[in-house]
Nanobody
Framework: VQLQAFGGGLVQAGGSLRLSCVASGPIFTLNRMGWYRQAPGKQRELVAD???????NSNDSMKGRFTISRDNAKNTAFLQMNQPKPEDTAVYYCHAYGTTFTEVGGHRYFEEWGQGTQVTVSS
């Protein structure tokens, strides 16, 4: 299973940006997809994640500005970033947890990270 993130870049404070994450490969279930971020000198932190049935877990500091959603049919998660602030500048990582197929026809859990996409918010 692989994750590919799209949509990072430079955005002005108060603007908007949308990140996408596409999961591909031998996916049986995609239980949870989400976004984490890591700013220079800081630990990686949860931005938000979402289950297949739409349950969301999000960071309180970003609630009301960032919205996560997903398209289950396309194994894609989105992060809509509205009114970003300079302190939102970080590398954003897509994350997914689910089940995949084994060689003997069974299933096993997987956890994967995307390659990271830089988001820079200018003041």
């Amino acid at each position: 299973v692989q994750l590919q993130a799209f949509g990072g870049g430079l955005v002005q404070a108060g603007g908007s940006l949308r990140l996408s994450c596409v999961a591909s490969g031998p996916i049986f279930t995609l239980n949870r997809m989400g976004w984490y971020r890591q700013a220079p000198g800081k630990q990686r932190e949860l931005v938000a994640d979402i289950t297949t049935d739409g349950k969301i877990n999000s960071n309180d500091s970003m609630k009301g500005r960032f919205t996560i959603s997903r398209d289950n049919a396309k194994n894609t998660a989105f992060l809509q970033m509205n009114q970003p602030k300079p302190e939102d500048t970080a590398v954003y990582y897509c994350h997914a947890y689910g089940t995949t197929f084994t060689e003997v026809g069974g299933h096993r859990y997987f956890e994967e990270w995307g390659q990271g996409t830089q988001v820079t918010v200018s003041s």
